[in-house]
């Protein structure tokens, strides 16, 4: 069992960034693929980006890609989600989760889910 805590949600007017942080303990992070996902407030979750085990590889859902990166530190057990040029529409409390041995390249059910972290963003 990964226990996964999100950090860095807030309020930030559009076209701002913010950085989301998600540290991971009870396991090595670098066993997992990693992803962010979102729900907005009366809409169902959806995928934001994934990456793979060792850093090399993302993928991103097309409104995020140019504006949005995935990273992520194995040795300090942290996967980050850079935030630029954020709309409104990019309003939703954003979730890290994590796939043991997962594989990117295949469609994921998540195995491990934090608790989320609420990003609001005005126009």
């Known amino acids: 069992q990964v226990q996964l805590v999100e950090f860095g949600g807030g309020l930030v007017q559009a076209g701002g960034s913010l950085r989301l942080s998600c540290a991971a303990s009870?396991?090595?992070?670098?066993?997992?693929?990693m992803g962010w996902f979102r729900q907005a407030p009366g809409k169902e979750r959806e995928f934001v980006a994934t990456?793979?085990?060792?850093?090399?590889?993302?993928y991103y859902a097309d409104f995020v890609k140019g504006r949005f990166t995935i990273s992520r530190d194995n040795a300090k057990n942290t996967v980050y989600l850079q935030m630029n040029s954020l709309k409104p529409e990019d309003t939703a409390v954003y979730y890290c989760?994590?796939?043991?041995?997962?594989?990117?390249?295949?469609?994921?059910?998540?195995?491990?889910w934090g608790k989320g972290t609420s990003v609001t963003v005005s126009s």
């Open positions: 989760a994590a796939k043991k041995f997962g594989n990117i390249l295949t469609p994921m059910v998540m195995d491990y």
């Open positions: 009870g396991g090595a992070l670098s066993t997992y693929a």
């Open positions: 990456i793979n085990l060792s850093g090399a590889g993302t």
